[in-house]
């Protein structure tokens, strides 16, 4: 089940990939109900608050980031809006604030330091889930499987290739669904 | 040992221990305050949206010094994180339940459940900044 949090002038933010966790995830991106990316990092905390910065980011540049040709300091420093939000979370029980933070008033103590990457050697990020998207790529991996029984398929597809193409869709599957154990089965 | 009362009914989960042996834990205090064993649940549950679980109910320690070293290296790039120092703090049952909750960078990370009335800071001491 994807993590969700309730972040003050976002809204819903589901987790999408957490890169440091201690006691919950303290670097990670996420996205909104209406498919906003952000990279997101507790920047700060003291006695009185805490603070967490998002900096809204394009999936191309969070795979930049992800793979270390961007570093964290430069995502957070140079967001592609210009500006960061900065959300302060009072311990006094006061409700929490957001405040928009343009970029060249971001101060460095809040920010990774410059030279820190990430090094995530795996596929780029996976497509955000949907579950059209889902229903969608199941549907064509039926067709495929029923091309590969059909020995007279309107889609002639040679029988290699579709097993690739299954092995591919299969991984793709596990990625959207987040069901590592989700296996296409050749009977169905 | 009774519970805080925002636990989940599952928390600690069945596969959880009684609390012992060394850990190591990232602090902000020197020495180390009631404030660095607060769960995120505690401190904001409406980030949570007011649903306590098992994750966010617990604390992340390490039983291999060499992680925590690890992890704070890598906490450069998280700046609330870049002043902690590693404490030590023997544990014994009456602080609570432990879960091994291995990471692929990180084998030795346990979550932790502390119970009412326990003072978990008292057992730690700063050995390394």
Request: negative net charge; contains cysteine; aromatic residues 8%.
């Amino acid at each position: 089940m994807a993590d969700i949090l309730n972040i003050t002038g976002l809204g819903r933010l589901e987790i999408v990939e957490t890169y440091i966790y201690y006691d919950q995830p303290v670097l990670f991106s996420c996205k909104s109900a209406a498919g906003h990316l952000y990279l997101a990092v507790a920047a700060d905390k003291n006695d009185q608050h805490e603070s967490w910065l998002f900096a809204g980011i394009s999936t191309e540049r969070l795979n930049l980031v992800r793979s270390g040709a961007i570093d964290l300091h430069n995502a957070f420093s140079e967001p592609e809006d210009g500006f960061l939000l900065k959300e302060i979370i009072p311990y006094d029980g006061t409700l929490p604030r957001m405040e928009p933070i343009q970029s060249d008033h971001i101060s460095e103590d809040m920010l990774p330091m410059p030279g820190e990457r990430l090094n995530i050697k795996t596929d780029p990020l996976p497509i955000l889930r949907n579950s059209e998207d889902i229903a969608k790529l199941r549907e064509v991996v039926k067709i495929l499987q029923k091309s590969q029984e059909e020995t007279t398929s309107k889609f002639t597809i040679p029988n290699t290739l579709t097993g690739v193409l299954l092995t591919q869709l299969e991984k793709l599957l596990q990625l959207q669904s987040g069901d590592q154990d989700y296996k296409i089965n050749p009977e169905r | 040992m009774e519970w805080p009362d925002f636990y989940p009914a599952d928390c600690p989960p069945t596969e959880a221990e009684p609390a012992s042996g060394t850990v190591y834990r990232l602090v902000q205090y020197n020495p180390a305050r009631a404030e660095d064993f607060k769960t995120p649940f505690e401190e904001n549950p409406g980030r949570f949206n007011n649903k306590p679980s098992i994750r966010n109910c617990g604390l992340s320690v390490h039983t291999d010094m060499q992680d925590s070293e690890q992890l704070k290296t890598v906490m450069k790039m998280v700046p609330r994180f870049r002043d902690t120092q590693i404490a030590e703090g023997e544990l014994n049952p009456t602080l609570g339940m432990t879960q091994h909750t291995p990471s692929s960078k990180y084998k030795s990370h346990h979550s932790w459940w502390v119970p009412i009335g326990a003072k978990p800071w008292v057992v730690f001491k700063i050995i390394s900044g």
